[in-house]
Every structure is written in structure tokens, then in C-alpha cells.
């Protein structure tokens, strides 16, 4: 079994079909799907999916939810604090994010990213809920971020990163999170290393859904990443570490439950 601890059900790529990809992954093994938002009106959307759901008292999966404001819409979106507090108070939302700081698109707007990335980590805090944190990089920003104001509890999704970095979010107590991007042939010998040095108990696994398609689908010409394709992750790493598969699964998925309280 296993938890997909990133996932974007409430983007565009799937509207129209969430319910169906989202039953589809519970059906290949997938316990869980932590629907992340990147916006308000994401984030909302992330709560009122999870609901639905809810209501229907599904017994094979479930999906969940994580509220925040993505460091690239730092400029062109207001952080409304009491908006995102009434939704981090619903009992569907396990996380608060994602959030960080981005380096990649526009660099001129670190101030910002960081001011916006301080709002979640005060309101984590508020409601006693993880952090989902994006780096890209930006390691050392993210670092000193999170060292400067005491976060320990959270994961830096999409890690990549080299162990050098990777041991001090380690030594935080922060997990790390790895996507189908270590299946591809152009994976990183550092991620590698990451992946084979680290402890067990603070990896987790997830899709990034819709990007980041696996290697074993992006052969096929499969353009859309989705849930249930979160097992092709687990197997990178069973083979990284030299471990059965079964093992990955289980303790994936234990630490996912035991940072996210599912």
C-alpha cells in the first residue's frame, strides 16, 4: 500500500476526470492522495474534493488536503492570512503548503517569497499542521528560512538536492520527499546518493501530479502524471537501496500517516 504525498488533482489537467484518476490510484494500492494547493481558490477546491469523498464514505482510499499560496504567485496574489486559517481548520486538510522559495522563474522576487513563505509557517504553527515546502533552487535560502524560525516538522518535496544539503534538513527533522523524476535516465548520481544514505524513516514518495511522468509511462507517451503512477517511485528506491519493494511501501507510507496524522 501506499500514500502519494503530492499531488495536484485540483490543477486543470484534471478537470473533468479527478474522481476517476483518483479511484484509479486507490485501486492500484494507493491508501491516500494529499491534494496540494498552490492558490486560494486551488486550495478551496483541494478541501471541497476531499469532501466529496468524505461523503461518500469510500472504504478503498482517501484523499486529503494541504492549503497554501505556491512561491511563484508571491507577486500576484494577496496572502489573505484569515482566509487560509479557515480553511487549515477543516478537518480534511493535513498540511499547510506549498510553500518555500523558488528561484527558478524570477529570482527578483526572493523578498517577497520569503515574507509570503514566513505567513505559512506562522499559520502551520497556528493550527499545528506539517509543512509540504518546494525548493527549487533555493536550498540554502529555504534552509536558513526554516532554521531562523524553528520549523521541524515538514517535508521538502521534489528533493534535489545533494547529501551535503540533504543532511541539514535531516538534522532539522524534516523529511524528504523524492518523485518520478529518479525513474528518468538523466536521474542525478547525488540524488542517488541522497536516496541510499538517508533514513528510512523520514523518505516519502509522491507524483507531483500532473508533471513528472515515470519512465515506465513516459515511453509510452503517457503526458499526464496521475496517482496511481506513485508505485513507480517506491520501486526506484527498493532498487537504490537494495530493499523489497514491500518494505519501501510500508514504511513510505508509515511515515506519511505519522507526519500528517492521517
Known amino acids: 500500500m501506499y500514500i502519494d504525498s503530492h499531488a495536484h488533482l485540483n490543477f486543470n489537467a484534471f478537470d473533468g476526470d ?16 494529499i491534494n496540494v494547493g498552490s492558490q486560494y481558490n486551488v486550495s478551496a477546491k483541494a478541501v471541497e474534493m476531499a469532501d466529496v ?36 481548520q477543516k478537518k480534511s486538510v493535513v498540511a499547510i503548503g506549498e510553500t518555500g522559495l523558488d528561484l527558478y522563474y524570477d529570482p527578483s522576487t526572493l523578498d517577497a517569497q520569503k515574507k509570503l513563505f514566513i505567513s505559512h509557517i506562522q499559520l502551520a504553527k497556528a493550527v499545528s499542521k506539517p509543512l509540504i515546502i ?9 534552509l536558513n528560512v526554516v532554521r531562523e524560525y524553528k520549523v521541524s516538522r515538514g517535508v521538502i518535496h521534489f528533493f534535489s538536492e545533494n547529501w551535503a544539503m540533504a543532511e541539514q534538513f535531516l538534522d532539522i527533522g524534516l523529511h524528504l520527499s523524492f518523485t518520478g523524476a529518479i525513474t528518468l535516465d538523466n536521474i542525478d548520481d547525488y540524488t542517488i546518493e541522497v536516496i541510499r544514505k538517508m533514513p528510512l524513516d523520514r523518505i516519502m514518495i509522491e507524483t507531483d501530479s500532473p508533471y513528472v511522468v515515470p519512465m515506465k509511462y513516459k515511453v509510452e507517451k503517457v503526458k ?22 514491500e518494505k519501501v511501501a510500508k514504511v513510505t507510507t508509515h511515515n506519511a500517516v505519522r507526519l500528517f496524522q492521517l
Request: charged residues 25%; glycine residues 8%; without cysteine.
Open 224 to 245: 499526464r502524471n496521475e496517482p496511481a503512477y506513485v508505485v513507480e517511485v517506491a520501486k526506484k528506491i527498493a532498487e537504490i537501496r537494495g530493499l523489497d519493494i
Open 18 to 33: 479527478w474522481q476517476a484518476v483518483a479511484e484509479r490510484a486507490f485501486d492500484a494500492g494507493v491508501l491516500g492522495i
Open 134 to 142: 518546494h525548493n527549487r533552487l533555493a536550498g540554502q535560502e529555504v
Open 53 to 88: 469523498f468524505i461523503h461518500q464514505k469510500l472504504v478503498n482510499g482517501k484523499l486529503y488536503a494541504a492549503v497554501g499560496q505556491h512561491p511563484i504567485h508571491a507577486m500576484d496574489e494577496l496572502f489573505k492570512y484569515d482566509d487560509y486559517l479557515a480553511l487549515a
